[in-house]
């Protein structure tokens, strides 16, 4: 009876420093995770940044501005631009001068899903058009740039 006591209790003790194991375990883990994300949140944004400029960079060239255009924004709603939600128009300004604006416009009926044209107009009157598609099976397949405009 003695020793059927002491191995109930050498089971208990096994398995509550598995238990203890595992807890302490995923704290750690958890910790290594939390200091991961802190320490690479600020390098995560300034590339999310970097990739919303450089997407821009199709319909506003970067000697058109001086400003955050991705902040200095205005929303608009009309259905001649494709659907009824509201659609961000950046300004481009130089030196507190406007240069250019980037529109963004939808066909809602497109082959592969809707398709997303973002147009740059500049001072000058230029347009720079710039189509992408919404991912899926086609993706790539209605990507088109007109650079020469």
């Not at 086609?138 to 020469?148: R, V």
Request: a positive charge; glycine letters at 6%.
């Amino acid at each position: 009876m003695i020793k059927a006591v002491r191995a109930e209790r050498s089971e208990r003790s096994e398995w509550s420093r598995s238990t203890l194991t595992v807890c302490v375990t995923v704290l750690v883990c958890i910790a290594i995770l939390i200091g991961a994300w802190t320490w690479l949140r600020p390098r995560i944004e300034a590339t999310r940044e970097h990739a919303r400029l450089a997407a821009l960079a199709d319909v506003l060239p970067l000697a058109l501005y001086g400003n955050d255009p991705l902040t200095d924004r205005i929303e608009v709603r009309d259905p001649l631009l494709g659907t009824e939600q509201p659609l961000p128009v950046l300004r481009a300004r130089l030196h507190g001068q406007p240069t250019a604006l980037v529109l963004q416009a939808v066909a809602p009926n497109g082959y592969g899903g809707p398709i997303r044209l973002r147009i740059g107009i500049h001072y000058d009157g230029t347009v720079r058009p710039h189509f992408t598609s919404e991912p899926s099976h086609l993706s790539g397949a209605l990507h088109w740039s007109d650079k020469d405009s």
